[in-house]
């Protein structure tokens, strides 16, 4: 089996269509504003691959379940996580492009990434991650990242 991408099933196409290609920036591979379907390049090297997002109510359909609701109020069951160069600079850019973040940028030393948090229109939660200097991992981390060292 091979990943081919993540697809987000959304309720409003053009809001999150125009989130994805304007605000956050990505490159359209595939779709427009009125669509069902659209793609986007997240930087994989395989063009085969990426982020695309769908009418939840085409996949309900296709899937035999048009009855039942869109979960609300509920924890997260996915995270797109985005890596970029600078946290920070991104953070900022996309401060000043309207996006409203959970969270401020920090330091998670068990994660060793520096880490921002955000939603899309549709409520899904995107994670921007920088590899943080093994300076600043913790102990814990460093010590099992031992056990994967070749």
């Known amino acids: 089996m091979e990943l081919s991408n993540v697809r987000l099933l ?4 053009d809001k999150c269509f125009k989130f994805y290609s304007e605000q956050l ?17 997240i930087g994989i090297k395989s063009n085969e691959m990426g982020l695309s997002i769908f009418k ?6 296709a899937i035999g379940n048009s009855e039942k609701s869109l ?10 996580i985005l890596k970029v160069e600078s946290v920070d600079k991104t953070f900022k850019e996309l401060t000043e492009k309207g996006i409203e ?6 330091d998670m030393a ?21 590899e943080l200097d093994k300076e600043k991992w913790n102990k814990e ?5 031992k056990e994967y060292e070749q």
């Open 10 to 13: 959304v309720k409003d196409f």
């Open 25 to 41: 920036g990505l490159k359209v591979t595939w779709g427009k504003i009125g669509g069902d379907y659209a793609s986007f390049d």
């Open 56 to 61: 939840s109510d085409l996949m309900a359909n």
């Open 71 to 80: 979960p609300i109020d509920s924890r997260e069951k996915i995270a797109i």
């Open 101 to 106: 973040f959970v969270n401020k940028p920090m």
């Open 110 to 130: 068990g994660w060793g990434d520096r880490v921002v948090h955000f939603r899309d229109p549709e409520g899904n939660l995107i994670e921007l991650i920088s």
């Open 141 to 145: 981390l460093l010590d099992e990242a």
